[in-house]
């Protein structure tokens, strides 16, 4: 799911579950949570007691009151610009209702800051993710290398199961998702 590859406004992944690692009620699929766990119980070991997911599966709606809410923040951040400019800013940040990953149940963000923030990226628990989440079969999402190919911002705090065997192939490759999609397609 991306800006091109949109989910359609009904769907529901099955088998969510809840997030033990969470700060809130917040779920995943019951596959991503439980390589999570995983990923999570080797966190904590390596001494990152802090680290938790603050956001996963949103619906459809969820995801428009999200995107709308942006749209109204910085329409007054910047009351200069058209709707058209807002919308685009907004769209370097946030998925437009239905291109979003936390839809499908397979995507979540966590870190250990207040709130979402590229500092996540100067932690040492983001160096920790960044080397190992691949084992567990996430990737980072928004790599800050590939913006120019994902269409948004880096987000460190942002992953996305897809499983050992294609997150290793990912890495390997250095390939974003998009690209990836676009290798086995050949």
Not at 128 to 157: A, H, Q
Request: hydrophobic share 35%; charged share 30%; net charge negative.
């Amino acid at each position: 799911i991306n800006k091109s590859n949109t989910i359609d406004e009904s769907y529901t992944p099955e088998r969510l579950v809840k997030v033990k690692d969470a700060r809130k009620d917040i779920e995943l699929s019951k596959t991503a949570e439980m390589a999570l766990e995983a990923m999570f119980i080797e966190l904590r070991a390596a001494g990152f007691g802090d680290v938790s997911v603050t956001s996963g599966y949103r619906s459809y709606s969820y995801q428009e009151s999200l995107f709308n809410s942006y749209i109204s923040r910085d329409k007054a951040r910047y009351p200069d610009w058209t709707d058209e400019q807002v919308k685009n800013h907004v769209l370097t940040y946030s998925a437009f209702p239905g291109t979003s990953e936390h839809q499908t149940g397979l995507g979540c963000d966590m870190h250990n800051l207040g709130a979402a923030d590229v500092a996540f990226a100067k932690k040492e628990a983001y160096k920790w993710l960044e080397e190992n989440c691949w084992k567990f079969g996430f990737i980072i999402r928004f790599p800050e290398d590939k913006v120019d190919v994902t269409g948004y911002s880096f987000e460190p705090w942002h992953y996305r199961f897809v499983g050992r065997y294609h997150a290793n192939a990912m890495r390997q490759r250095g390939m974003c998702l998009e690209e990836y999609v676009e290798y086995l397609k050949k």
